[in-house]
């Protein structure tokens, strides 16, 4: 028997109302979690995909906080580190809740995709001398896109977040301190969405007794960045 792992939440919009599921826990013999899961998605627009973590503590870096929810990255760290490199990641931590998500997926809806190619001759030339370059244009076509965006070399993680108050969603943007507009991603996050994946996973630990694990021990921003 596989122990109980934390659960995912997936998110949908349709005809205008939110419909939320939630993914089974996995006791028996579940299939191992993979970031891949098309399957189970369903390829539907509007779509969020969070991951109930725990305190994400090692190679980190905040990227924003607008004293709701705190935005921190990973990176991969260093090979040498004692305790091996990290993986990867967007996490999202909310003050009311006390508790981190890992954002795995988001929707493509009304996303902007940059590519490090411009017609401006100077932002060709300061692009040029990139040691990574990207295009994830072609990312358009599908209904949702996974985090952290990766490139042949490298992964990308938004470096600043929004709010569009207007239409209440977070902007995470990518790139966006290069200042060059063909080479900037722009990805949403509704506001009302993810408060709602919060709630879901807080729910989740109170009602479900087998799950005291560390990614359901009540968690205050006490965060140390770095190593």
């Known amino acids: 028997m596989n122990a109980i792992r934390p659960p995912t939440f997936w998110f949908t919009r349709s005809l205008g109302t939110v419909a ?3 993914c089974a826990l ?7 979690e993979g970031r891949d899961r098309k399957s189970e998605l369903g390829g539907d627009p509007g779509k969020l995909v969070a991951t109930l973590v725990g305190v994400p503590n090692r190679n980190t870096f905040v990227i924003d906080y ?18 091996g490199p990290t993986e990867p990641g967007l996490f999202v931590h909310s003050k009311k809740h006390r508790r981190w998500l890992e954002i795995r997926e988001v929707s493509t809806r009304g996303a902007k995709f940059g590519k490090t190619q411009s017609t401006d001759p100077a932002e060709q030339e ?3 001398k990139l040691s990574v370059g990207w295009d994830f244009t072609s990312l358009a076509s599908h209904p949702t896109v996974q985090l952290p965006l990766r490139t042949g070399g490298s992964i990308s993680l938004p470096d600043r977040v929004d709010i ?8 995470l943007r990518f790139s966006s301190k290069l200042k060059i507009e063909p080479a900037e991603t722009v990805l ?3 506001r009302a969405e993810l408060e709602r994946a919060f709630e879901i996973a807080t729910n989740t ?3 479900t007794p087998a799950l005291k ?3 359901c021990e009540s968690s205050p921003i006490h965060h140390r960045t770095g190593h």
């Open 66 to 83: 607008d004293g709701s929810f705190l935005f921190l990255g990973r990176h991969h760290g260093s090979t040498r580190d004692a305790d």
């Open 20 to 22: 939320v599921a939630l």
């Open 126 to 128: 300061r692009l040029s």
């Open 26 to 32: 996995a006791v028996f013999a579940a299939p191992p």
């Open 213 to 215: 694990s560390r990614e």
């Open 205 to 207: 630990c109170e009602l």
């Open 164 to 171: 569009d108050e207007k239409s209440n969603r977070y902007l």
């Open 188 to 190: 949403s996050l509704d």
